[in-house]
């Protein structure tokens, strides 16, 4: 079992947005054009993102990942992570004799 499962939720447009600056384009795979859900590449972006965050969603209540939301600045989301391992590895308080 892993000590935490850390989520970054990030909206679609965020996603699309990030996507399109870095790459130029959107991702066959992660636009689910695999899934032939629409044939427009955008539409099937939304349609294909929207899916995976109800799983994903599903996946946090069930079985407690730590949700970070992730459409915020890259800088503000490694602060907030970095924060939130920082607790995860200090070492806890020796037990009151």
Do not use: N
């Amino acid at each position: 079992m892993p000590d935490a499962v850390f989520y970054l939720k990030v909206s679609p447009k965020s996603l699309a947005y990030r996507t399109l600056k870095l790459h130029g384009q959107l991702e066959y795979w992660e636009s689910g054009m695999d899934l032939g859900l629409s044939r427009d590449w955008f539409e099937c972006f939304s349609l294909y993102q929207d899916r995976m965050a109800r799983v994903f969603k599903e996946m946090t209540e069930r079985y407690g990942f730590s949700r970070l939301a992730a459409d915020r600045s890259v800088e503000t989301i490694q602060k907030d992570l970095r924060a939130r391992l920082k607790k995860l590895l200090e070492p806890t308080a020796p037990d009151a004799i």
